[in-house]
């Protein structure tokens, strides 16, 4: 749970550690459920990063970024690969 908070805290303000807080989290065992708003908001972040951290993602947010002329380029240079190999295979 200590993680979980640390890791929530990192966008939200600090909060300081409570001796209370520490108590309850023993006597439940470590094992504490999140309110099911506040883990789905977890969840969707999660999921925004992940997206954001993804090579499409990336290349999403590059101003002037034309990915169709990436898509044919990538396409021709495929191409070009696979002529120059079938050369070598016949040679």
Known sequence: ??????AC??????????????NQIQL?????ELPKELAKMIEQDNEEEEEKDSVIGQLTNIQNLDLDSLKD???A???DLKQTAEKCILM
């Open 73 to 75: 380029k990538a396409q």
């Open 28 to 32: 439940v065992g470590g094992d504490v």
């Open 1 to 6: 749970m200590k993680k979980m908070l640390s």
């Open 9 to 22: 805290s990192v966008a939200a303000p600090c909060l300081e550690e409570n001796e209370s807080d520490d």
């Open 77 to 79: 240079t495929l191409d």
